[in-house]
């Protein structure tokens, strides 16, 4: 997977559902992902993050009926932007639930207005 062109439908949400999501949660704003308190009517309160290629990245709490499950979803993070210490390049992180995240930590653009 070099490089990936638009063809079609694009990938616009992924919902995740965690045992823990104050971990989750600090797991993956660690990662420089800015997540949001949200609550729809009287649902679930959850965290949600769009990514620099819009898509959003939801964090649902888990219960009965959301069990948490395997999968594995990859991240291209500026290095100044994380705050754990991760060298450039690819790495493969397990968020608190078990969840394998392949990340790929690049060196800072410099990119003003961004």
Do not use: K
Request: charged share 20%; aromatic share 4%.
């Amino acid at each position: 997977m070099n490089q990936i062109q638009m063809a079609g439908p694009a990938l616009t949400l992924v919902v995740l559902y965690c045992s823990d999501i104050t971990a989750c949660r600090e797991f993956y704003e660690s990662l420089g992902l800015t997540l949001d308190r949200e609550q729809h009517g009287t649902g679930p309160v959850h965290f949600a993050a769009r990514t620099s290629g819009g898509a959003v990245l939801e964090l649902y709490p888990a219960d009965q009926r959301e069990p948490t499950n395997p999968i594995r979803i990859g991240l291209t993070v500026e290095r100044g932007n994380i705050t754990i210490p991760l060298s450039p390049g690819n790495h493969v992180l397990e968020d608190p639930d078990g969840r394998r995240v392949a990340v790929t930590v690049t060196e800072q653009t410099g990119r003003a207005n961004d």
